[in-house]
């Protein structure tokens, strides 16, 4: 399981032109779920999201972890970071988990967000979706459980 985090001082996701998650402060991530994902994958994934420190301390170093900061998590599922790029001009897709895994890794990783963690929004699984952020640093981190 894949997690593109960036820090953010505001990102928000909409769907056909509604907002369906927004956050102030904190953390994008942009989750990828591959075929061999389960549960204990995606636990170790979010025990990393909220943890991971990407925060500033009073010395300006990255040192306080999402949880430190109680700042907010949206989450949102975008299957080609579980692409193959290394070959040709084309990704394969051959790695990313079929839709009805990946929608369940994708909802238990929400769920479980949402009972470790105070603020947690969403996007729609499977959703075009359009994402507005605006990166603090900017600081994006590729996160692999």
Request: proline share 3%; aromatic share 6%; glycine share 12%.
């Amino acid at each position: 399981m894949k997690g593109l985090i960036q820090r953010v001082s505001e990102a928000r996701v909409a769907v056909d032109g509604e907002v369906v998650g927004a956050i102030g402060r904190g953390l994008l991530v942009l989750v990828g779920v591959e075929r061999e994902d389960d549960t204990a994958r995606a636990d170790k994934l979010l025990h990393k999201l909220l943890r991971y420190r990407v925060f500033s301390d009073e010395q300006g170093r990255m040192n306080r972890s999402l949880a430190d900061v109680a700042g907010g998590l949206l989450l949102v599922s975008q299957f080609t970071l579980a692409a193959d790029t290394g070959g040709g001009l084309r990704p394969s897709f051959s790695r990313a988990a079929p839709p009805e895994q990946g929608r369940a890794l994708y909802d238990y990783l929400v769920d479980q967000a949402r009972r470790q963690h105070g603020e947690v929004a969403c996007g729609r699984f499977g959703a075009d979706m359009q994402v507005h952020l605006v990166n603090d640093g900017p600081v994006t981190f590729l996160l692999e459980s």
